[in-house]
């Protein structure tokens, strides 16, 4: 069995984490999801619309989505893609080469983003309807 791990945030789910979630679960037979938690999150200076266990349940309902873990850390991953004998590492390609240091263990995959959609954009409009 090929194993996929990919990370994130996943507020306000839109098209383009299901985009992401698809593309990467097409890579291998399971794909793994670290979630952020709301504390690491606090540390990445995010602040999420839903809190981590609302997210979780949403992640875990999708069909491209096997396994759902909670991130608190960034030096997590290394440890993940041992612990759960990963075979591709796969991130969005905002995040090119930050994570090359994983290929030591899988391969890494940068997969495009969503063209015209993303969580900040759509934190942004929602701003400007409000206080319009």
Known sequence: ???VLTYGTFDLLH???INLLRRARELGDYLIVGLSND???KIKNKETYFPFRSRKTILESIKFVDCVIEESNWEQK????Q???IDVF???DDWTGKFDFLKDYCEVVYLPRTEGISTT???RDLYKKVHA
Do not use: P, Y
């Open 1 to 3: 069995m090929k194993k």
């Open 83 to 85: 612990k759960f004998d």
């Open 15 to 17: 098209e383009g984490h």
């Open 78 to 81: 290394t440890l993940d893609v």
């Open 121 to 123: 954009q759509i934190k």
């Open 39 to 41: 504390q690491f999150n």
């Open 90 to 92: 796969v991130m969005g």
